[in-house]
């Protein structure tokens, strides 16, 4: 299947989210996905497609039933695009804690 939609876009939306938390534990058929919230099987089902779309889903037909499985390959190359960027705020915020504890090791100066 042509990947058409951006992952972040797909991961974008609590309800995509939610499916992704489903059925990262087990395959799941799109029924028993949207069984576990309040919308229309038809929303669900586009959310569904969404995320085959992006292959953060993976589907497996075993006779008349389809199966979800949440591909976890895709996520690890969003998690790589996002290492740099982790790294670089977490460098930034380290510093920004070392100033502020510097600051509060000084002695205070009254004017």
């Known amino acids: 299947m042509e990947t058409r939609r951006d992952v972040f876009q797909a991961i974008a939306d609590p309800t995509?989210?939610?499916?992704?938390?489903?059925?990262?534990?087990?395959?799941?058929?799109?029924?028993?996905?949207?069984?576990?919230?309040?919308?229309?099987?038809?929303?669900?089902?586009?959310?569904?497609?969404?995320?085959?779309?992006?292959?953060?889903?993976?589907?497996?037909?075993?006779?008349?039933?389809?199966?979800?499985h949440f591909n976890a390959n895709k996520l690890k190359e969003v998690a790589a695009w996002l290492e740099p960027y982790r790294k670089l705020w977490e460098t930034r915020l380290d510093a920004i804690d070392d100033l502020l504890k510097e600051m509060q090791a000084s002695p205070k100066t009254d004017k």
């Not at 989210?17 to 996905?33: D, S, Y």
């Not at 576990?36 to 959310?47: D, V």
């Open 16 to 68: 995509r989210r939610a499916i992704l938390a489903l059925v990262v534990a087990q395959a799941m058929t799109p029924g028993a996905i949207a069984g576990n919230f309040n919308s229309s099987r038809q929303t669900i089902s586009k959310h569904i497609q969404i995320l085959t779309e992006c292959e953060l889903l993976n589907q497996t037909q075993n006779g008349r039933e389809i199966f979800y």
